[in-house]
């Protein structure tokens, strides 16, 4: 299994959440981030004060899949939550040993 | 005979109309007391939200008691010597008859007291937000009473009160300029100086955490600030309130145009922020001066001050004094330029039929105004300083680094003023009462 992690922007997330229900996801883990990348942050005025802002929001997006899915899995978030913009984020994938789904006990793919 | 029928038909008689208007002014007046509460509470860091809306809360309640004791006779009681007043029959408000008028008008004593009350809340209350984060809850509390008793009473009583140096000099004060917001302001100044800057002051990203609460305030001061304008004439008989009212509004839509112009050249941007500080701006500045100047004069009023205060907020990052939320920015700059404008825009048509230099009436009443606004301006800023140099030496002023880096929030009051923790609550309260039997049977139902 692979875990596929994407961190991107906010307002892409109902995209990308079609196109992973399209592809045949049953379930997926959002959490609201916050960070930055190469587009760094931005500048915010406040009574003539600016305060550059490092943080941006993100929302980061977590899937597990069956390894022969990851490829195509990353290609299907990528292509949603591309806007060609400079800060559309990061998707990336890492191996995972075990996973269990808690009400059953069922483990490895059947988990998923 | 004959003349004593003539005296009676002069002398004022009670005007329900009046009265009750005056009561619904003391009303619109107490809501900008919460009203303040907001616009500074969205201002603050999240970690301090709490202790901002109740350094102006606790005011509705210490200054109320001290009020109904003492305050209104030392500020409205009869004069002694141009300094303070003192009237036996005002301590505890317990020597007045119902239907017993404010000498030469036309609403019960009552109605004047609980009016003038809500002044007396809400000058205290500015200071607040020069002090953001940092002051100890008990020491806020007792600067409250210490300064509405040795600066406020006695400052209203030179500005307002029958006999006081400033009202008897002929100071044009309408609703309060110099009494309300150039007493706070320089207060502010005062204390602040002794006290020091917010931990990370000038270093720190110091955001308002709700720009929607400070609107929220805005507004709420706005709306208030019509009863403490138009109400500030205590009656409607010859239309001075009205051309207030007209005035206030006046002013403080030029106001908040003039910040939002300068912000957008300035800095590129049309703040939510620009717009609630320059109309609060506008309302301190029409504040002295609405009831002796004509709506354009109102416009040029509000424009220029709009303008000024927008300049002035600044000036705390060259000189160093940490003016957190901007009262002296605000409130201070705001109140002096109001103040002097008088001596520029009183038409002589308006409160009193003395005209400012614009009008052909001379110097004169420029420098009327330019004393009422040095004396007030720096007996309140050395006595506040004095005072919060006397509170920081005995009970302390400030809370230590640790509990302000902390939050100000959890140390004195133990709360925080939201609850960012969604997923927390059920579980929690699963720990504290063991589940019984019957509970995980159900559940073991639902699984089937």
Not at chain 2, 114 to 129: E, K
Not at chain 2, 406 to 416: N, Y
């Amino acid at each position: 299994m692979k875990l596929i992690t994407a961190v991107v922007k906010p307002h892409r997330l109902d995209e990308i959440k079609e196109a992973l229900q399209a592809f045949g996801v049953h379930g997926l883990t959002v959490t609201e981030a916050s960070g930055y990348g190469r587009q760094r942050g931005h500048t915010e005025v406040y009574r003539g004060a600016e305060y550059t802002v490092d943080l941006v929001p993100k929302i980061r997006i977590e899937v597990l899949v069956e390894d022969d899915d990851a490829e195509q899995l990353i290609d299907v978030v990528v292509k949603a939550a591309r806007t060609g913009k400079i800060g559309d984020g990061k998707v990336w994938s890492i191996p995972v040993e075990t996973a269990v789904r808690v009400r059953t006990g069922e483990r490895g793919p059947d988990a998923l | 005979m004959a003349s004593a029928i003539t005296l009676a038909a002069d002398a004022p008689t009670l005007s329900a109309a009046n009265t009750g208007f005056m009561l619904i002014c003391s009303a619109l007046v107490m809501l900008m007391t919460p009203g303040l509460a907001f616009f500074y509470g969205g201002m603050v860091r999240v970690k301090s939200t709490l202790n901002m809306l109740m350094m102006s809360f606790i005011s509705l309640g210490i200054v109320t008691i001290l009020w109904v004791l003492y305050g209104f006779s030392l500020a409205f009681g009869t004069d002694s010597g141009g300094i303070i007043g003192w009237s036996s029959d005002y301590v505890g408000l317990s020597g007045i008859g119902l239907t017993q008028l404010w000498d030469g008008y036309t609403i019960p004593i009552y109605v004047f007291a609980v009016f003038q009350l809500m002044f007396a809340i809400i000058t205290p209350a500015l200071i607040s937000g020069a002090l953001a984060d940092r002051v100890k809850f008990t020491a806020w509390a007792l600067f409250v009473a210490l300064w509405a008793t040795v600066v406020y009473f006695p400052v209203a009583h030179w500005v307002w009160g029958a006999g006081g140096w400033a009202f008897e000099l002929g100071v044009i004060d309408f609703a309060g300029g110099t009494a309300v917001h150039i007493n706070a302001g320089a207060a502010a100044l005062g204390v602040i100086l002794v006290i020091g800057k917010r931990v990370g002051f000038k270093k720190d990203p110091m955001r308002p955490h709700s720009l929607p609460l400070v609107m929220l305030g805005a507004g709420l001061l706005w709306f208030g600030w019509f009863g403490f304008n138009a109400g500030s004439w205590l009656g409607n008989d010859d239309g001075v309130g009205a051309l207030m009212f007209v005035n206030t509004q006046v002013a403080t839509a030029a106001a908040m145009l003039a910040w939002l112009i300068y912000e957008k050249i300035r800095h590129g941007a049309f703040t939510t922020l620009g717009a609630a500080s320059g109309a609060v701006a506008g309302l301190v500045a029409i504040t002295p001066s609405g009831g002796s100047c004509s709506p354009l004069g109102a416009i040029a009023i509000g424009a220029i001050a709009g303008l000024l205060c927008a300049m002035a907020v600044g000036l705390k990052y060259k000189f160093g004094y940490d003016d957190s939320l901007d009262v002296v920015g605000v409130h201070l700059v705001g109140g002096v330029v109001g103040s002097i404008l008088i001596g520029f825009f009183a038409t002589g048509g308006g409160q009193s039929d003395v005209a400012g230099l614009f009008y052909g009436g001379g110097l004169a009443q420029l420098w009327k105004q330019l004393a009422g606004v040095g004396v007030v301006l720096a007996y309140s800023l050395i006595a506040s300083a004095i005072l919060a140099f006397l509170i920081d030496k005995t009970i302390g002023m400030r809370v230590s680094e640790d509990e302000e880096v902390a939050g100000i929030d959890q140390v004195e009051h133990a709360e925080t003023a939201y609850d960012f923790s969604g997923a927390g609550g059920g579980a929690a309260s699963r720990t504290v009462a063991p589940a019984p039997a019957q509970g995980v049977a159900e559940s073991k139902k639902v699984d089937a």
